[in-house]
């Protein structure tokens, strides 16, 4: 994928939950995220970020499933490199804050940035600090965490002066003809290169200025009203339940006494019921002896 960051969603546009792709894929099972879920909410961690410090799964899996979540590329950390253009176009400030790393350049000219943990509001601020035409990647956590505490940044923040002037026809990385840039040993292997700048060349192009901050200032702000909005609903919530749970405790005791009131009804009646009863026994009898009474009165032929 190169030029745009591509969105993956299903087809009612809303992006499958990390949790539920986890599961799907046999990595953590629905206790673990309930689990990881509770924890994340006591300490303030990322989902992924509990996943992986309890062991229940590796960072790979997890970049793995994040980049296919955001279809996205996932990159090994045998095959991380930069050079020193792509480098200059992130101060260290804004790649710590991004949590994100520019690498190099692909083939059709976009800038290769790799990420930890994709967000929308992360590649938004990507977009607005290098531009529409990059192609982000995913890649483990801990490669992101080493190369924001290297000194591969620092030595290309805020300098003009970069070595390699990508040719994006030539393919992705190559340095110019003269002079040959000096190649450092990367942080996350030792073996992929990263290519540092040569002194005294000039970059292609400047870097752009961040405006980070007021994006992240909207977004907060947008976050906070919804949040509040959301704790209205709660407490809301909460006085309807404690309503409801008033009536249904006002309802239980007037069946109850309205279950006592039938039982002594039903009592009182069987009584008179065997009352009657007991009278018409007694009838009966009285009319029988009449019958009687009548039959020896009356005259005989």
């Known amino acids: 994928m190169s030029d745009a960051v591509i969105d993956q969603s299903n087809d009612s546009g809303v992006r ?5 792709l986890l599961i799907e894929r046999g990595l953590i099972d629905v206790q673990q995220l309930d689990d990881a879920l509770r924890i994340g909410a006591d ?5 992924g970020e509990v996943l992986v410090r309890m062991g229940w799964a590796s960072e790979e899996d ?10 996205l590329r996932y990159l090994e950390r045998s095959a991380i490199s930069f050079d020193g253009n792509a480098l200059s176009r992130l101060s260290h400030e804004e790649a710590t804050r991004l949590e994100a ?3 190099q350049f692909n083939e059709e000219g976009a800038i290769v940035v790799a990420l930890a943990e994709p967000t929308d509001a992360r590649l938004l ?10 192609d982000c990647v995913v890649v483990a956590k801990s490669a992101i965490d080493a190369g924001l505490r ?3 940044l620092a ?7 970069v070595a390699v002037v990508t040719d994006p026809a030539a393919g992705a990385g190559e340095p110019a003809e003269e002079p040959q840039p000096e190649v450092q040993p990367s942080p996350w292997n030792g073996t992929a290169p990263v290519v540092a700048p040569a002194a005294g060349e000039a970059t292609s192009e400047e870097p752009k200025a961040t405006d980070f901050d007021e994006v992240a200032k909207t977004l907060s702000d947008g976050l906070s009203s919804q949040l509040a909005s959301l704790r209205a609903i709660v407490v809301e919530a909460e006085a309807a339940r404690e309503r409801d749970s008033l ?9 109850s006494e309205r279950t006592n009131e039938l039982t002594e009804r039903t009592n009182e009646l069987t009584e008179r019921t065997g009352e009657l009863n007991s009278r018409n026994d007694t009838l009966k009898s009285m009319q029988q002896k009449l019958r009687e009474l009548a039959d020896s009165l009356e005259p005989t032929n």
């Open 101 to 103: 790393l520019p690498m």
């Open 125 to 134: 601020a990507l977009r607005s600090l290098l531009g529409d035409r990059i």
């Open 150 to 152: 290297s000194d591969l």
């Open 155 to 161: 030595k290309n923040e805020g300098t003009a002066d």
């Open 16 to 20: 499958t939950a990390l949790g539920t």
């Open 43 to 47: 300490t303030g961690e990322r989902l």
């Open 247 to 255: 009536e249904l405790a006002r309802l239980t005791a007037e069946l």
């Open 62 to 71: 997890l970049a793995r499933t994040l980049a296919d979540q955001w279809d």
